[in-house]
């Protein structure tokens, strides 16, 4: 296999959601072929450049992105790329040239103290890690404190907070209070949930409201072209 | 499959073994006493020879006699009556098998609507905030024509959970009369469309015209017995307990030419027919048997299907009234009625009370299509864009009621337990647990792409502040209606231009 046809075939997988061999792929069929991990594992291997495999990266999920937009795709394909992304860079990553990785930004996310509820965050972070962002993902039930602990050793360029109450709302109010008055005013800060709203986000100073996993990325990306 | 899927369903008992047994042993007793009144000579003159009791009644006319049904004869009757009938389509892919001992169902049109209520999208400035608007449906009610018979024919055959078409509208053009309605209207829908067309006769002379056209249709005298392209319908009683002259006439009309035929019975629990379910039903079995035992006397053998039409009274006006819970308990309980003696079942669902397209209309179409449907009959008439008690048909409403149609028959999906589909889920179950998010979401691409999953309500607005249901159903309407229409091979449409008298030039 030559090298383009390594790179092609790594951005079809990728653009199938083909995670590793265990997966099995968009359509059920793919199971025992190899996938993204161990395609990206030959092309190291084989010497390929690595801002060879970033670029191969941008330009499945490019596809990804206009196979969405027009409704080919849904959400679940979407976080089989992006998870093939992640994983991905964690094998690329160590090969980078220094200053050359996630030149696309560093995202803190968690989920406010006093919330136990995940699977909006988790999906926000699986799909913007999968678009070539570094995720620091702190979990849930987070103190402010330990969010501000992490935003001074992780140096963040976003933050995004989850709280699925209405009762925990408040705390998410006390973080964004917290971040600025420690003067990280360059942050920009994320905020989602189903009680949260942008008048919500507006009223607490954070700088952006997302309905959705989908909203969060497209929001990020906008967000990161402007500066 | 040579013929459509329908929908098998596992059916929902709402009567008992016991409970079935004593509805007919109550039928029993009602065609011996008080038996039924026949107003038809032919008739009356088969039940005698038969061995029924029948006396004339000269308080009732001429043309009237009382019969009084054993038992006997119904046993007669039901082992000659076909326990399986196969309707035709025009694509012969369209065909339905209606098999008295196996529950598919068929959802399909009807009835045959005086009016057809159109629907304009129109746009309103909020008073006190010029810069609102909002975009709401007003409608308008107008008489049916042939034009709107061939839509609802061009929509029936794009609809794809309708499976058989009734002429749901009444053509009222100027030219129609009484002798050239049959063919106009069976021309109306099979021109129109590819799937099986079931009308009632309006003129019984006109029969073997019908007849003709769907012999050129199916390909000649022979063709048409294997693929009948056209049934019947005559609701032979008028509740209660009483044949006419004119619908008698059809069926023995129809049965000597061999072609299906639904014996309908159509009673209104508190005027017609006891209120009680028990009542109701026990009545319209007789009314349907003592059908079903003269068309088995007359010509045995012939195709005949077991049409329950039980509807509710309306206590301020005593119209007719589909939404109440009762119709749904009758029609249930009519088809195991059907089931009990191997007939193949036509029954009815999905009509509702209100004018117009809403809340009232979904939720009691919902109903019946959802819990008479569960009852497992054969062919579900009523059940597209019929509202006003079955005065009126509404294009829209159609469009809406085959989006829910197809929810109904995805609930009706068998599940999937096997040993593969549960180690399947296992490994799944075991994977997700040992991922960091623990999210199954990349496991549901699978049935996902292969279009197993609802994915949303075809009609969900996209706006906050406003409904956009009807006008998202009235583009799928537009849409539909400028799809080619599937008219008739142009020899088989000239040579029944030719060949069948009355068609009107506006159908040529």
Redesign the interface.
Known sequence: MSEQELLNELEHVILM?H?NE???????TMQGTPGTEELVKKALEEGIDPEKLLKTFGKAMEKVGEKFESGEF????M??SG?CVGNAMEIVEPKLAAGTSYEKGKFLIATVQGDLH??GK??V??MIKGAGYHVKDLGIDVPADNILEAIKEYEPNFVGLSALLTTTMTEMEQVVKRIREEGYSDIKIFIGGVPTSQEFADKIGADHHCKDAMEALNKLEKVRDAS | MDFREGVVVNPYLRLNDEEINRIHKASMEILEDPGVLVFHEEAAKYFEEAGAEVTKVPEEGDKAWSVKIPETLLEKALKTAPKKVVLGARDPKNKLVLDGNKPRAYFGSGSETNYILEISMDTYVKKDDPETTAVFPTFKRKRGTLKDLCESARLGENFENLDFFIRNVNIQDPEITNENKDVNKFFACLDNMTKHVLAGITDVRQLDNVIKMAEIIAGGKEAVKENPVVSFISCVTKSPLQLTEESTTNLLEVNKRGFPIVISSSPQGGSTAPIDEIGIVSQINAEILSAVVLSQIANPGSPVIYGSVPVRARMDNLHDMYGAPEFSQYNMSCIQMARFYGLPCYSSAGVSDAKTPGIQASVEKMLSHLCVSQGGPHLLHYSFGLLEETQTFCPEQAVLDNAHIGMIKRVYREPNVTDESIEDNLKIIRKVMKSPYRIYAKYARKQLHKGDLYLEYSFESDREDMDETMAKAKEEKERILSLPVKRLPEDVRNKILEEIPGILEKLH
């Open positions: 959601g995670i265990e997966d099995e792929g968009l359509d059920g849904f959400l679940p394909d976080m089989a998870e995940d699977i988790n999906i972070a699986t």
